[in-house]
């Protein structure tokens, strides 16, 4: 397994799998294990994967420093990765929480990324706010399924504000477009690889400039691809559509019947999208 140090020292890790020119994929969670991401419904097949095992996860080494866990300063070690692989300009994917670090990397180093996905993208470093009708909305695709009474009115509990452990629990099907023993492991397995020291940093305090980052992104002219999954109550299309509206010329793909994970519950339409795309 390939390494580099970051700025600081620390050890890092990161994943190779596929063949042709590089792909650097960012996990979500925040600060999860990037196994999760396999090979993004087969994407390898189209691009060579690199998945990054952000510090304190996967196989990375911790930090001596919790506060380089900030999604600000995780840009570095992305840029440290770029230095290392010996790439002048990079392609990047970022899932979910890991859209944002995807947007800051844009917001300070834009000459360097070639071309750019954001899958079911977090929209914290945007500052975009998604209403709670669009959640619900979302999720009542899924008012057919055994579970959704329960399910749903936990998430009317979250998007009032009144969440509790239990029911932000709860809500868990709605993030997978099938939520069958396969998404039940997966979702496990998801609790289990977050760093959650890390989790509770990732989004701090002035981590985010949002006027910057709009700023950089009305003016980025490189290609731009935004994944949405239909049913996706995290970042539900008309989210992922205002998403794409910041840049000059994004495109916008909407998977249907997909969640929050969009390469298992339509890796062939995934795969098939994300790699048409990053290959022009």
């Not at 400039?209 to 980025?220: K, M, S």
Request: aromatic fraction near 8%.
């Amino acid at each position: 397994m390939p390494t580099f140090r970051a700025p600081d020292g620390t050890l890092l890790a990161y994943h190779e799998a596929g063949t042709g020119a590089p792909l650097l994929c960012l996990p979500g969670g925040p600060l999860q294990d990037s196994v999760y991401l396999g090979d993004l419904g087969g994407l390898a097949a189209h691009r060579r994967l690199i998945r990054l095992d952000l510090r304190g996860t996967g196989a990375s080494a911790v930090p001596g420093d919790p506060e380089s866990y900030r999604c600000d300063r995780l840009v570095e070690d992305v840029e440290a990765l770029r230095v290392h692989l010996g790439l002048d300009t990079v392609d990047v994917l970022g899932h979910s929480a890991g859209a944002n670090l995807a947007a800051l990397y844009v917001t300070r180093y834009p000459e360097r990324v070639g071309r750019l996905v954001l899958v079911t993208p977090g929209a914290a470093a945007p500052g975009l706010e998604t209403a709670p009708e669009e959640r619900l909305a979302a999720a009542r695709l899924r008012k057919d399924e055994p579970w959704f009474g329960p399910a749903y009115a936990a998430l009317e509990d979250v998007t009032a504000g009144r969440g509790t452990a239990e029911s932000f629990g709860a809500v868990a099907p709605f993030f997978h477009g099938t939520w069958d023993e396969a998404a039940r492991e997966r979702h496990a397995a998801g609790e289990r690889q977050r760093n959650g020291e890390g989790a509770g940093v990732f989004a701090g305090e002035g981590v985010f400039d949002p006027a910057a980052t709009r700023a950089v992104f009305a003016e980025f002219a490189r290609p731009v691809l935004v994944v949405a999954g239909e049913g996706d109550v995290n970042t539900p299309v008309p989210t992922a559509a205002a998403y794409a509206g910041l840049f000059p010329g994004a495109a916008l793909v909407v998977l249907d019947g997909a969640g929050h994970f969009p390469w298992h519950d339509d890796a062939e339409g995934f795969a098939k999208q994300v790699g048409s795309f990053l290959n022009g």
